[in-house]
């Protein structure tokens, strides 16, 4: 009967000792809490930490701050006073005997302000198989002829795979044009993650500003970043620095706030923050639990052409030059290469290379940009070429500098004779020498004066018959905002090209109405016609159901009387112009539209679309879609609705209204958050169900009613159901289900056909449930 202590009480620390007294707690409470819960940053640590208490203040032996995340110096041992460690705060709770710690942010969590960061989840990708039509019909009569023309372009789409080609048609040619005439056949796919597209086909190649575009036929990979519109590439200002207590962060961007955000202790970082292009000012004010205020200013040079630090961008092609496009359908010629690479160096320098080969040439150069403090960004490329008779350089150098205020650019490119590429040996002429500059003065925020020079001299090309050639434009240009619906602009140039002058002196009044109607009126100068007055007026159609309508007349020697007016319909879009000019009545009439097949239906549409969305209400009709909190239609009897105009690649909301919802319909789960390819069609899948209670009595093999608690599976929607009791089901009559089975995973011998449900009927159908059996017997 005596106390025995155990094996397991005497080797546990958290016993209690059998002889402890309240003085002895007392003093022992003075060494420590010993072993105690430690929680970081709001999470629980695993493992225990051994604290004590030292002249009064707590401390935590070095082992156990190592092993709970906490910073100490390298070979520290023995225990370390909590308040000298570089930590933001400490609490402990005697009586729960928990030490909770608060660490400084080292530009993680709440303290990576990334202004740019999606707010959204990702979307959801339920691609659809899909064929898409887009078109346009015209015809036409003028002079006493008539002309119909028609362009067509097909595509296939399943997600991020597009198949897809244009073709023209006009009955009134030229000899040396086909009246059919396919442009443009390519496959791409497109890889968002990666920011990556890859066609085969017909493409245009890329390249810097210099090196000019070809179209080819043949495969193309590159950088693609409209893939990632979550992604910033060029660079933007950034603040970093560092508080000691919980703080306020507000952004002001060119004297206005822009965003609020809360900081804890540690080191802050403020990122990715929205700048216009130019020369522009940032500034983080920073407010702590004190009222203390600090301001930090950064003046930056926007440049949304450079590359931010790291990011790379790139471009390769390889195909038979097309020449011809549009008037003939399968004029390739040579076997061309082409490449294409940049990359921010630094967030201030953005460096790159380009080159091309075939057609008896071979060209190469690099170019960069860069930005000088925040007043400007200078960018220049330089290039070689060389051929079998002669080889040549190219060098373009430029400045600019916008802002509020002044904004000023100068360009000049500069070829060397000898210099080609593969354009001009194509047929499209030598590069021409250019000189370009402008500058602008905002007086007020209303008020805007524009001066710009302009000077091209193309050189003699004897190979391609193309003859010298110089243009020098000088141009003069102010707008102001007389009030918000009203602006005046006035516009003086002199060009002189082939040896004719020419002076033309305009001034412009244009009015706004409303969400959709304006007007303008001017007058003009020139040397054909002393004095010219144009009057219009527009009221474009935005919406379906609108109808739009626009009216133009120009008075003068060379007068002009046009109009046009236009119906958005739901399945199209029908126009009629018409116009006359010098004796001559000409008139024209339009459709055009989308045809869209997905899901085994087809879809009208009124016009082309980035992307589209099939909703599915199940087997409801007439259920009101709503996408971004937006109505925008009804499904059909078979519970379909194709929406349009659907912003690819960013996740997009779609629901329903509730309050419009069916009384014969049970909508279970609605909201989807989805994300469509660039021109393909997603799927939007709503869990609705048209529903109308049945009873029914369900009875195993014996006769019995089946369990209550027990389910059967109605098949092949695979929706469960409960037994009541006596074996009664409250079941859906207009479900489209054949079968009912004890489990979805069943012999076709256990199925038991549904009969056809009369809502009107009082009868109550019973139905035998097979493989039901209740007993199981047992043999030895």
């Known amino acids: 009967m005596a106390p025995v202590s155990l094996f397991a009480q005497a080797n546990d620390p958290f016993a209690i000792e059998r002889d402890l007294t309240l003085k002895s707690a007392v003093e022992a409470e003075k060494d420590g809490p010993g072993l105690s819960a430690i929680f970081v940053d709001g999470v629980e640590q695993k493992r225990m930490v051994d604290l004590k208490w030292i002249d009064g203040e707590l401390a935590i032996l070095a082992e156990s701050a190592v092993a709970a995340g906490l910073p100490i110096e390298e070979e520290t041992s023995g225990y370390l006073k909590l308040k000298t460690m570089q930590i933001a705060r400490f609490e402990f709770d005697r009586i729960t005997q928990q030490l909770t710690v608060k660490r400084y942010r080292k530009g993680d969590g709440p303290n990576d302000v990334n202004v740019a960061r999606r707010n959204y989840d990702p979307g959801e990708m339920s691609p659809l198989l899909a064929g898409i039509v887009d078109y346009s019909l015209t015809a036409t009569r003028s002079g006493g002829k008539s002309d119909l023309g028609a362009y067509v372009a097909p595509r296939v789409t399943y997600g991020n795979l597009i ?14 044009e086909d009246k059919l005439v396919r442009l443009n056949t390519t496959a791409t796919l497109a890889l968002p993650e990666k920011a990556l597209l890859i066609s085969a086909g017909d493409v245009i190649t ?44 507000d952004l002001i961007v060119n004297d206005r706030r822009f965003q609020s955000s809360e900081i804890e202790a540690g080191e802050f970082r403020v990122h990715n923050i929205p700048m216009a292009a130019g020369r522009g000012e940032v500034s983080v004010v920073l407010r702590d639990e004190l009222g203390q205020e600090t301001v930090q200013t ?27 496009f549009g008037t003939r359908s399968n004029d390739y010629r040579d076997l061309v290469g082409t490449f294409y690479v940049r990359r921010g160096l630094t967030r201030s320098l953005t460096v790159g290379m380009s080159g091309e080969a075939g057609v008896g040439l071979w060209n190469v150069g690099a170019h960069a940009q860069g930005t000088i403090g925040a007043l400007a960004m200078l960018y220049g490329e330089a290039r070689y070429s060389r051929t079998s008779r002669e080889m040549g350089a190219l060098l373009k150098l430029g400045a600019e500098s916008v802002g509020r205020g002044v904004s000023g650019r100068v360009e000049a490119v500069l070829p060397i004779k000898g210099y080609r590429d593969i354009a001009a040996q194509s047929g499209d002429g030598p590069v021409p020498r250019q000189f370009i500059g402008s500058l602008d003065f905002d007086l007020a925020d209303s008020t805007r004066f524009q001066f710009s020079v302009a000077r091209l001299s193309r050189p003699f090309d004897p190979s391609q018959l193309i003859s010298a050639e110089k243009t020098t434009v000088l141009r003069a240009a102010a707008r102001h905002e007389l009030t918000d619906r009203m602006t005046l602009a006035a516009d003086v140039s002199f060009r002189k090209s082939a040896g ?34 144009q009057l ?21 020697e060379r007068s002009r009387y046009a109009g046009t007016v236009a119906y958005r319909a739901p399945f199209a879009r029908v126009a009629a112009d018409a116009e006359y000019a010098a004796g001559n009545v000409a008139a024209r009439v339009r459709a055009e539209g989308s045809l869209v097949i997905a899901d085994k239906r087809i879809f009208a ?27 925008v239609g009804r499904s059909d009897d078979s519970g379909r609705l194709l929406v349009t105009r659907i912003t690819p690649l960013v996740p997009m909301q779609f629901d329903i209204a509730p309050d419009k919802l069916p009384s014969a319909a049970v909508a279970r789960s609605t909201f989807r958050r989805m994300q469509a390819s660039r021109g393909g069609v997603v799927l939007v899948d709503m869990d609705i169900e048209a529903y109308r209670s049945v009873l029914l009595r369900v009875i195993d093999e014996h006769g019995e009613p089946l369990p209550v608690g027990s389910t059967i599976v109605a098949l092949p929607s695979g929706r469960e159901y409960m037994v009541a009791f006596d ?54």
């Open 206 to 249: 890329l390249g810097s500003e210099v090196q000019r575009p070809l179209r080819v036929g043949g495969i193309q990979i590159g950088s693609d970043f409209a893939l990632r519109p979550d992604l910033i590439t060029n660079p933007l200002p950034q603040f970093q620095g560092q508080v000691a207590v919980p703080t306020s962060v």
């Open 163 to 176: 198949l897809g080609s244009a073709f023209i048609y006009r009955t009134n040619v030229d000899a040396s």
């Open 500 to 533: 004719r002058s020419e002076l033309v002196a305009g001034l412009n009044l244009n009015m706004r109405f409303g969400p959709r109607t304006s007007a303008s009126a001017s007058l003009q100068h020139t040397a054909a016609e002393t004095v010219a007055a």
């Open 605 to 631: 549409r009124d016009r082309a679309s980035d992307a589209y969305a099939l909703v599915r209400t199940g087997n409801v009709g007439g259920v009101t879609v709503t996408h971004e909190h937006r109505e």
């Open 727 to 780: 074996g009664l089901v409250d079941f859906n009559g207009l479900s489209t289900d054949d079968w009912i089975a004890p489990g979805a995973d069943v012999r076709d011998n256990c199925r038991t056909g549904l009969p056809k449900f009369d809502p009107d009927s009082f009868e109550m159908p019973e139905l035998v449930a097979h493989c039901t059996s209740r007993a199981i017997a047992l043999k030895d």
């Open 298 to 324: 950064a003046r930056i040079y926007t440049a949304p052409e450079m590359l931010d630090k790291g990011l790379s961008q790139w471009g390769a092609a390889i195909g038979w030059i097309r020449r011809r």
């Open 536 to 556: 219009s007026y527009f009221r474009p159609d935005t919406e379906i159901g609108e109808f739009g309508y626009a009216a133009h007349a120009r008075v003068g």
